[in-house]
């Protein structure tokens, strides 16, 4: 377990690196000051910062090739516009290159509950997509990058927390929120790629992930199922299929191998706070007292760059923790 003194030493640490003109030092010594204490902005902020600045470090090798074939994967997305739906596959398409895979398409959908198993019951592969129609895919290879994750865990997804309070992934602060996502840049052209907190391997130990994209093996989501009577809209349903993965004892891991771009940067309105009092209701125990969650926001001029800095990011944290 880390602590306050951890964290003070690897800060320390990371000032005399930097001090002395070590930035591949300050880099390490950053990414475990963030481990220590992950409700820190400032080691947040000065570890990205010191590795956009310093482009030439932390490159990774070569991917090596995966000593088996990927299984199929099906991707199941919901989806009322066909100009998305060509969209987004088109993106899985580059993304899953030669690996085997399906696109299952719900285009009538009465909530997101109630397509997501509709299309699951279509669904051939044993490891399952469920993903908005309204992203790009940034990585390649993500047959063997999903392989890899659903080895290691049932479901699976890129951002969520490891404490659920509420009716948000971020509802219990910043100390909890892993993960990362790219969205559109605000005000510029460009993306932007949002930081909680990095996860330099796959990282299990997670209680609800964000919907923007959820990869599960087949006998989880029997397991589990989509409520489509409680959440017979389009928000929380997320939020209720992975937190009733955790409590079935099953495990939710955040992967860092695949990064996405999510054209939508999401809506707390009047209808979400319906659903999210729904949530409550069916489980009555999260409602505390809602913390601040602070995130880094980090402006790129493209997804290619976005996704290369992302390599960089998880290539210091492997070397950072020895894993």
Known sequence: ??????????????????????????????HRAVTARPDDMRA???????????????????APRPAAPAPLVSV???????????????????????????????????????????????????????????????????????????AAADVAGLVGTTHLTGPAFAWSGK???????????????GVDLVVFNPVPRASAGMQALDGVFIAATRRAVEAVGFDAVTFDGFHLYDMDFTY??????????????????????????????????????KFPGLLRERQRSDMLRIPFASGEEVAAFCARLDEAGRAAHGV
């Not at 377990?1 to 800060?11: A, G, K, S, Y």
């Not at 290159?97 to 279509?122: T, V």
């Not at 993965?245 to 809506?267: E, K, N, Q, W």
């Open 1 to 30: 377990m880390t602590t306050t003194t951890d964290f003070d030493r690897h800060w320390a640490e990371a000032a005399a690196c930097h001090g002395r003109g070590d930035e591949h030092g300050a880099i390490l010594a950053l």
């Open 44 to 62: 947040l902020a000065h570890l990205c910062r010191t590795l956009y600045e310093n482009p030439a470090l932390f490159v990774p090798p070569p």
């Open 76 to 150: 199941v997305a919901c989806s009322i516009d066909a100009a998305k739906f060509d969209r987004v596959r088109a993106s899985y398409a580059r993304a899953f290159g030669s690996d085997p895979w399906e696109l299952i398409g719900i285009h009538d959908a009465r909530s997101l509950s109630e397509g997501y198993a509709r299309g699951f019951a279509q669904a051939s592969g044993d490891l399952v997509v469920f993903s908005h129609d309204d992203i790009e895919i940034l990585t390649g290879g993500i047959g063997a990058a999903l392989a890899s994750a659903l």
């Open 175 to 189: 100390a909890h929120a892993r993960g990362r996502v790219a969205e559109p840049a605000r005000g510029r052209q």
């Open 244 to 281: 009733r993965a955790h409590l079935a004892g099953l495990s939710v891991a955040i992967t860092p191998d695949i990064v996405i771009r999510h054209d939508s940067t999401g809506s707390f309105d009047g209808k979400w706070e319906g659903y999210a009092a729904r949530f409550l209701a």
